[in-house]
Nanobody
Framework: QVQLVESGGGLVQAGGSLRLSCAAS????????MGWFRQALGKEREFVVR????????YYADSVKGRFAISRNNAKNTVYLQMNSLKPEDTAVYYC?????????????WGQGTQVTVSS
C-alpha cells in the first residue's frame, strides 16, 4: 500500500509561485508514473501533469504548459510541482496520484490534497 501526502499549498497573488510536494510512504513509488490533478470548487477533477517513473517523460495539460514543472526524486520517494505565473483559475485542491492509469484519468493511489488559492 502507498500513502501520499501533499504539502506546499497556500494563498498566493496572481503571478506568484508555489512549490507543491508529494511524499510517498509505505513502499517505493520509483517504478510508478506519478502525476498531479486538481479540482476546483464545483468542477470535476482534471489532469494537470504526469511524470514517468524515471523522470524522463512528462506530459502537461495545455492550461499549465510553460508555467508548471513537475520533477521527482526517487531517492526521497517524492514528487514536486513547481507552479509559476499562477492565475486565479489555477485555484483548486491539488492531488498527487501514483501508478497513473494510461488514459491519465487518475491513479491507483491518491493523496488527501492541498489547497491552492490564487488571488487576483
Amino acid at each position: 500500500q502507498v500513502q501520499l501526502v501533499e504539502s506546499g499549498g497556500g494563498l498566493v497573488q496572481a503571478g506568484g509561485s508555489l512549490r507543491l510536494s508529494c511524499a510517498a510512504s509505505g513502499r517505493t513509488v520509483s517504478s510508478y508514473a506519478m502525476g498531479w490533478f486538481r479540482q476546483a470548487l464545483g468542477k470535476e477533477r482534471e489532469f494537470v501533469v504526469r511524470i514517468g517513473w524515471n523522470g524522463g517523460s512528462t506530459y502537461y495539460a495545455d492550461s499549465v504548459k510553460g508555467r508548471f514543472a513537475i520533477s521527482r526524486n526517487n531517492a526521497k520517494n517524492t514528487v514536486y510541482l513547481q507552479m509559476n505565473s499562477l492565475k486565479p483559475e489555477d485555484t483548486a485542491v491539488y492531488y498527487c496520484a501514483a501508478n497513473l492509469y494510461s488514459d491519465y484519468t487518475g491513479g491507483r493511489y491518491w493523496g488527501q490534497g492541498t489547497q491552492v488559492t490564487v488571488s487576483s
